[in-house]
């Protein structure tokens, strides 16, 4: 899109398209076939895989990582700055050198709904889902649902995003796929066949 703002020293993989008024900043790496929506922010060094689909006005500030198959809802932030000052003690205009920035990393398969938040420093694990509107503080396991504010695990959810039937002690199964998991510790990891 000719309106979109794509650095000179952004690299974008084939097939990648870049929509109206959106901006990607330099040294940022985006993999295969990516949509970036219209309005949406990919800041300095951000590192995206393949296939991977940001929403209009969604807000992905350095050094955030996506994984393959990411999906960022609309507004979501991904943000970087677990103390945020526009100034220092002494009142002076804080510049880039003044803080270290702290990347969301976001798993394969992960989704993150429209206007949620996630802190900076958090990890948002394998094919997890962050519901609308949600504000995520800590680390979300792999597989998991997590909905409010702060967020917590309400559901396991499958590679097809609905949420997981309980089957038994510890056993889980998909409606859609009919893939099985196995729940231990906390964690939910899918069945080999």
Known sequence: MP?????????????????????VREHAKLGR????GRGAYVGTGVEIGDNCKLQNYALVYE???LEDGVFIGPAAVLTNDVYPRSIDPSGKLKRGDDWEAKGVTVREGAAVGARAVIVAGVTVGRWAM?????????DVPDFALVAGVPARRIKWVGKAGVPLEETG???WRCPRTGAEYIEKDGTLSEVSE
């Open 3 to 23: 309106s979109a703002d794509v650095d000179e020293r952004a690299q974008l993989g084939e097939g990648t398209t870049i929509w109206h008024l959106a901006q």
């Open 33 to 36: 076939n990516c949509i970036v």
């Open 63 to 65: 050094p955030a990582k």
């Open 130 to 138: 962050v519901a609308a509107g949600a504000v995520v503080t800590k």
């Open 169 to 171: 002690p510890d056993r």
